[in-house]
């Protein structure tokens, strides 16, 4: 079975532009969350979807926003890209329950806005 | 003040030490996870815990509820224990994981 998988890997973007991250959970997992790893940190979190609604928002500006697709896929957008948006984009998926649910993660977008 | 610090912030051993990684959080939660962090990104899940003590092989985790602390320890430590450990905590029902920075562990031959 698939794990949690991420596209790109890697992406380079200028000052301005607009991305689009995208990730597949495993089978079977209804939960998407989103997390931001700038370099030298621990992961910061930005969104949570469960069956397709926003469950969940970090810190961050509203250039950041998310959709959950009816397959529990989801992709992360961020638009007017800063400098300071580059970093290891993390997508984990999980069984949703009280809390006590292992999560499982992708092996990340790695941004880099120049 | 972070509500999860971790220590050390760097951890450099000779194959074969018993490594210790200490992790502390300010908040109430409903589990500890310690996760593992190679160069490249990747994250994997190590243990997720609630009371007491796991292990998985070379890898022991305890957690102390009422102190509010958790420790990793690896026994026999190799070189490809080399990377990044990271201490995570979730809690409620809204599933949302607050990290410490991680420890950079580096296990020399």
């Known amino acids: 079975d698939a794990g949690v998988t991420q596209s790109p890997t890697h992406l380079i973007k200028t000052r301005g532009q607009q991305v689009t991250l995208r990730c597949s959970p495993i089978s079977g997992h209804k939960s998407v969350s989103w997390y931001q790893q700038v370099l030298g940190q621990g992961p910061q979190f930005i969104f949570q979807y469960y069956e397709k609604e926003e469950r969940g928002r970090g810190n961050f500006p509203d250039r950041f926003s998310a959709r959950q697709f009816p397959n529990y896929s989801s992709e992360l957008n961020v638009n007017a890209l800063l400098l300071g948006d580059s970093a290891l984009y993390l997508c984990a998926s999980s069984i949703p329950g009280q809390g006590n649910t292992e999560a499982f993660f992708g092996q990340g977008t790695r941004l880099t806005v120049v | 003040k972070n509500e999860v610090e971790q220590s050390p912030q760097n951890l450099t051993a000779q194959e074969g030490e018993f490594i210790t990684i200490n992790c502390s959080y300010s908040v109430g939660i409903s589990a500890l996870h310690w996760l593992q962090q190679h160069p490249g990104g990747g994250i994997v899940s190590l243990f997720m815990l609630s009371s007491g003590k796991k292990k998985h092989g070379r890898l022991i985790a305890t957690i102390n509820i009422q102190e509010k602390h958790s420790s990793l320890h690896i026994t026999a430590s190799h070189p490809r224990d080399s990377a990044v450990y990271i201490c995570?905590?979730?809690?409620?029902?809204?599933?949302?994981?607050?990290f410490g920075k991680g420890t950079l562990l580096t296990v020399n031959p």
């Open positions: 995570a905590v979730s809690g409620g029902s809204n599933y949302k994981l607050t």
